[in-house]
């Protein structure tokens, strides 16, 4: 049975995450969304409401579990009994980054293993950073993101636009 992690920061879900989620459920038994609960990173959506937003775009798929983690990927690999951490590559500027990190991690739990999802091209050039510079500056994010996101840009427009 080949359980997997798919972790990220998902600040917030692109649907070049949901694309690389829908092809590693085909792939693995079990699949994991797990989502980095940091707030060193300044997210821009509290971890309550990633998972919220992640659970929206994933419903249809049953058996996805979105669990968020703390603190280190492979203690929480360990804690699921996950053996495979999966992650997506748009470009070559991604491989360092993540090259680096599949080989941390492996260091630090060898059962651990990385396997990296080239993402479709559809999708190679989106990021969660650029869609939320589109919506910071009042822009339609609903082309490059699940419907989830779109209506939760579109609420915190309409808090702050209550606060000015
Ligand atoms: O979506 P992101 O921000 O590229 O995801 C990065 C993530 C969450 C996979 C990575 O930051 C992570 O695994 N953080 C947990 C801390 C950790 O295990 N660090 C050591 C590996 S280098």
């Known amino acids: 049975m080949l359980r997997a992690i798919y972790p990220g920061s998902f600040d917030p879900v692109t649907l070049g995450h949901i694309d690389i989620i829908k092809r590693s459920y085909d792939i693995v038994d079990e699949l994991i969304v797990g989502v980095l609960n940091n707030n060193a990173k ?13 659970k929206e775009a994933t419903n249809a798929l049953p058996g996805i579990r979105v669990i968020p983690f703390e603190g280190l990927l492979v203690d929480f690999a360990r804690q699921m009994e ?3 951490v999966i992650r997506g590559l748009r470009a070559i500027t ?5 090259l680096q ?5 492996h260091k630090l739990e060898p059962s651990v293993e ?3 999802l080239t993402a479709n091209v559809e999708y190679s ?28 840009f579109n609420q915190k427009k309409k808090e702050s636009n209550k606060d000015e």
């Open 42 to 54: 300044m997210p821009l959506f509290s971890v309550e409401e990633r998972v919220r937003m992640l």
């Open 125 to 152: 050039y989106l990021s969660s950073s650029t869609v939320k510079e589109i919506a910071a500056f009042g822009g339609d994010t609903s082309q490059f993101v699940p419907e989830a996101v779109s209506l939760a």
């Open 114 to 116: 990385t396997m990296f």
């Open 101 to 105: 990190m599949s080989q941390t991690n």
């Open 82 to 84: 996950a053996g495979l």
């Open 94 to 98: 991604d491989f360092e980054y993540e």
